[in-house]
């Protein structure tokens, strides 16, 4: 059982490094850091966008609209981090 546990650990540690590199791009686009004309920035930003929209649309069906505030990210962070506790806590 520690062995699942600990793969399940790996693949939430996977979603949360994933997450803030979406974090830190969606910055850096909205900043004019990044330009997505560009053919590997444009190719980056769509593969992380195909990778969390599944996670994304059903939090984001159950968010009431604010806005241009995205609080998404936010509510994925702490289910990740509330995961990684009962896992921590039930199975190691």
């Known amino acids: 059982m520690t062995s699942l546990a600990q793969i399940l650990l790996f693949v939430l540690d996977i979603v949360y490094f994933v997450l803030v590199v ?7 686009i909205n ?3 990044l330009n997505t004309r ?5 190719q980056i930003w769509y593969g992380i966008n195909q990778l969390l929209e599944p ?19 936010i509510v994925v962070f702490i289910g990740i981090y509330a995961l990684r506790v009962i896992i921590t806590n039930n199975f190691i």
């Open 22 to 28: 979406h974090i830190i791009m969606s910055w850096l």
């Open 31 to 33: 900043f004019q850091v």
């Open 38 to 42: 560009q053919p590997l920035v444009a």
């Open 55 to 73: 996670i994304y649309r059903p939090i984001r069906n159950f968010l009431p609209a604010t806005g241009g505030m995205d609080f998404t990210p």
